[in-house]
């Protein structure tokens, strides 16, 4: 099966850029979502078709994907930002969405 | 505005069985291909398995652990999604939400919208 790797944590100070990276084989050639997910609530898409943003999503927040490693941006961070953070695809192979190993960011 | 309000959860024993609902409002049910996510505490999210609307099949996909064990359905009628949860086991220990598909001027994309709040499955004896 399809395998998303993330990094645990990420700590990032405010005003400054967090990236957080998810890394699959040949992900560059999927379509990549990312989530926002805060203690206690469910999560919410901030990034969608690698690069795209929901309406209400901050600027703040871009995307990138190619080769093995897609990769979420958020600039300017907030102390709103600290959330845990998942990215997702979807595996063609066997008709399963499949999510990343989660990336709890941390504002300093 | 959507809402997506699940229900069902409960505290069962190794084995035994359970009933998920997700009533849903404020969007067009019919054309809606619906998943059920999960998350174990303290863990990350995991999907379990996906509908489509009855117009492109209405057919099923299951993640692995659940295949065989799980079935999902829907009533259109009643706008509600639901999961059947037989044999259950104490890794089936989660908050299970219920998600749509995103769809934005007339595209839909492999990503999850419109979450609901979650309902908690503890499976223990």
């Known amino acids: 099966s399809y395998v998303l790797t993330q990094p645990p944590s990420v700590s990032v100070a405010p005003g400054k850029t967090a990236r957080i990276t998810c890394g699959g084989n040949?992900?560059?050639?999927?379509?990549v979502h990312w989530y926002q997910q805060k203690p206690g609530q469910a999560p919410l898409l901030v990034i969608y078709?690698?690069?795209d943003r929901p309406s209400g999503i901050p600027e703040r927040f871009s995307g990138s994907n190619s080769g093995n490693t897609a990769t979420l941006t958020i600039s300017r961070v907030e102390a709103g930002d600290e959330a845990d953070y998942y990215c997702?695809?979807?595996?063609?192979?066997?008709?399963?969405?499949?999510f990343g190993t989660g990336t709890k960011v941390t504002v300093l | 505005e959507v809402q997506l309000v699940e229900s069902g959860g409960d505290l069962v024993k190794p084995g035994g069985s359970l009933r998920l609902s997700c009533a849903a409002s404020?969007?067009?049910?019919?054309?809606?291909?619906m998943s059920w996510v999960r998350q174990a505490p303290g863990k990350g999210l995991e999907w379990v398995g996906r509908i489509k609307s009855k117009t492109d099949s209405g057919t099923t996909d299951y993640a692995a652990p659940v295949q065989g064990r799980f079935s999902i359905s829907r009533d259109d009628s009643k706008t509600t999604l639901y999961l059947q949860m037989n044999s259950l086991k104490t890794e089936d220990t989660a908050v299970y939400y219920c998600?749509?598909?995103?769809?934005?001027?007339?595209?839909?994309?492999?990503?999850?919208?419109?979450w609901g709040q979650g309902t908690l499955v503890i499976v223990s004896s």
């Open positions: 998600t749509t598909r995103y769809c934005s001027d007339g595209y839909c994309y492999s990503a999850l919208d419109n």
């Open positions: 404020g969007l067009t049910f019919t054309n809606a291909w």
């Open positions: 078709y690698d690069s």
């Open positions: 997702q695809v979807w595996d063609t192979n066997s008709d399963h969405y499949v």
């Open positions: 040949n992900i560059g050639s999927k379509s």
